[in-house]
């Protein structure tokens, strides 16, 4: 999970959103109505079809597609980047996923920026749809961009920090290491599964422990803690990233290129941001 941002171009956008709010308040009135209280599971064939065909109707007679959207919003631009265009980051889409690696934590490790996209786009309170100051939002992310070249020239972005914590899920007790032999053993055995596997992870997690099958090299062990549903002990690896920041500083290159591309267009007022988290 992660957050995803989305351009989109509206012909109309207080039209098209009050429309399709109206969809959603009379869609969810049918499925109550011929539903009650049951689950989506729980509903025969015969009231999934009826709730269906009501629905349609209400999109018709509100000149929507089936489902509620409106034709005359459309994602006006989701295209690679001309600088790097196998980036993840899209002219037009960015994301920011919640675990270590997604630009708004790293940024915040990094830089000390928090939740940079929400910062550049004036957006902390990360309202759904949002229409920002085109040139503030470039001036924000030139801003970040060379923060983030500063702490890559000082070598502060050589490094990483890995959280090794309890598992969310719980622990297979009955296969717990009890000393080194044993630990050795339980990791030569995921190993060697992992390479019969058709597609390797090379940093993943399981019920057993946290496993990094690519090699890195570790330069601390630092026991912590770390607030998540509650307070709780951690060990923090300190590993070697020499070129962490590349991909970031690839990132906010490609939105202030999205910028670029929304400031140019002759319609540029007809073009919003959708935050989905």
Not at 69 to 94: A, C, Q, W
Not at 111 to 131: C, H, P, T, W
Not at 193 to 198: C, H, I
């Amino acid at each position: 999970m992660g957050l995803d941002v989305f351009l989109y171009r509206y012909e109309d956008f207080e039209d098209t959103r009050k429309r399709e709010a109206e969809y959603e308040s009379l869609s969810d009135a049918v499925w109550k109505k011929i539903g009650g209280e049951k689950e989506y599971k729980d509903l025969t064939e015969q009231e999934i079809e009826e709730a269906r065909a009501a629905c349609k109707e209400i999109a018709r007679s509100l000149n929507l597609e089936d489902g509620g959207s409106d034709s005359n919003r459309t994602r006006s631009i989701e295209m690679p980047s001309s600088v790097n265009p196998e980036h993840l980051f899209k002219v037009g889409y960015f994301r920011s996923s919640y675990n270590e690696s997604g630009i708004n934590r790293v940024l915040d490790d990094l830089i000390g920026q928090k939740n940079a996209l929400d910062y550049i786009f004036n957006n902390e309170e990360r309202v759904y749809y949002s229409q920002p100051d085109w040139e503030q939002s470039r001036n924000r992310a030139l801003e970040v961009l060379q923060r983030l070249r500063e702490a890559k020239e000082s070598g502060k972005t050589d490094y990483e920090v890995i959280c090794v914590r309890p598992n969310l899920f719980g622990t297979r007790h009955d296969e717990m290491p009890t000393d080194s032999r044993t630990a050795l053993t339980a990791f030569l055995a995921e190993f060697e599964k992992q390479k019969e596997m058709v597609s390797s992870f090379y940093a993943y997690s399981n019920l057993l422990g946290d496993f990094f099958i690519k090699p890195m090299t570790i330069l601390a062990a630092m026991p912590g803690t770390e607030e998540l549903f509650c307070r709780e002990k951690v060990t923090y690896l300190i590993v070697e990233s020499p070129n962490r920041a590349e991909w970031y500083e690839q990132a906010l290159e490609i939105v202030i290129e999205t910028i670029d591309w929304v400031t140019a267009q002759p319609d540029r007022e007809k073009y919003y941001l959708a935050w989905s988290a």
